[in-house]
């Protein structure tokens, strides 16, 4: 079966780094375009990033852009999250996804992936 897991979550101090990966197993990995959410207590799951079958094509929202940067390897089925400049509002459970279907999309809705990993806890302090 389809099976996302991320790793490299982890408490850090506002201002540092953190990259995350996330690795595909079950699936034609470059057949997907994956993307990153997160989700904070109390608080609705929201689209972090995406990026195409190939990672010709990338998209961020606004509350990341220019700090997080998505990338994948199709030969190692992994896509990553470099987070930079991390602040406390970061501070979520991150989660992948897979989108099988229009892997040439960039898609910002959780309904529109149909994998999802289980998540990695990231934790900024102050």
Sequence with gaps: QVQ???SGGGLVQAG????????ASGLTFSN?????????PGKEREFGAAITWNGASTYY???????FTIS????KNTVYLQMNSLKPEDTAVYYCAA???DS???A???YEYNYWGQGTQVTVSS
């Design 99 to 101: 989108r099988s279907y």
């Design 72 to 75: 994948r390897d199709n030969a």
């Design 32 to 40: 997907n375009a994956m993307g990153w959410f997160r989700q904070a």
């Design 61 to 67: 929202a606004d509350s990341v852009k220019g700090r």
């Design 108 to 110: 910002t809705r959780p």
């Design 4 to 6: 996302l897991v991320e």
């Design 16 to 23: 540092d780094s953190l990259r995350l990966s996330c690795a």
């Design 104 to 106: 040439r999309a960039l």
